[in-house]
C-alpha cells in the first residue's frame, strides 16, 4: 500500500488576519461602505436604464405574450436583482425576482397573463421609491406579487 499524499493548504486570509498593520473590521467596512458610495449614483442610474426598459417591453407585453419581449424583460430585471439590494432597494429586488420568476412560469407552462405583467410593473414603481410609502404597504405589494407568481403553474 502506497502512502497518502497530504497536501498543506495555505490559508491566506487568516494569514492577513493575524498580521499587524493590516485593516481592522471597522476599518474594513468603512472603506468598502466609500467604495459603494462612490459607484452608487451610477448604479442608481442604471437601475432606472433597467427599469425603464421593463416598463418599455412590458407595456408591449399588454397586446400579449413575445418571447424577445419577455427576454428582455427578465434580462433586465435581473440585472436590477443583481445590485438593488446593495443600494438600499432589497424590496425592489424582490419584486423583480418574482417578475423573473412569473416570466419563467409564462415559458415553462405556455400560459401567459398581460394584467399579471402589468401588476408587477407598478410594484416595481412603487417599490423604486420606498421611502415614499410605509413598510406595511411595501409587504403588502411583495406578497401581492408573490401570489400573482405562485398562481402560474
Not at 9 to 34: I, K, P
Not at 67 to 81: D, G, I, K
Not at 100 to 118: D, K, N
Amino acid at each position: 500500500m502506497s502512502q497518502p499524499k497530504i497536501f498543506k493548504y495555505e490559508n491566506r486570509l487568516a494569514g492577513v488576519v493575524v498580521t499587524r498593520g493590516g485593516l481592522s473590521a471597522r476599518q474594513a467596512v468603512a472603506a468598502a461602505e466609500a467604495a459603494v458610495g462612490d459607484l452608487r449614483e451610477a448604479a442608481l442610474a442604471d437601475i432606472d436604464a433597467r427599469l425603464g426598459e421593463i416598463y418599455a417591453a412590458g407595456e408591449q407585453l399588454r397586446a400579449g405574450s413575445d418571447p424577445q419581449l419577455m427576454a428582455a424583460v427578465y434580462q433586465a430585471s435581473n440585472r436590477v436583482l443583481a445590485t438593488a439590494g446593495v443600494f438600499g432597494l432589497e424590496e425592489l429586488g424582490r419584486a423583480c425576482h418574482s417578475l423573473c420568476e412569473l416570466i419563467s412560469r409564462f415559458e415553462a407552462t405556455g400560459r401567459f397573463s398581460g394584467p399579471m405583467v402589468t401588476v408587477h410593473l407598478d410594484g416595481l414603481r412603487l417599490l423604486r421609491c420606498p421611502d415614499d410609502h410605509p413598510a406595511e404597504r411595501r409587504r403588502e405589494i411583495l406578497a401581492g406579487l408573490s401570489q400573482i407568481t405562485a398562481a402560474v403553474r
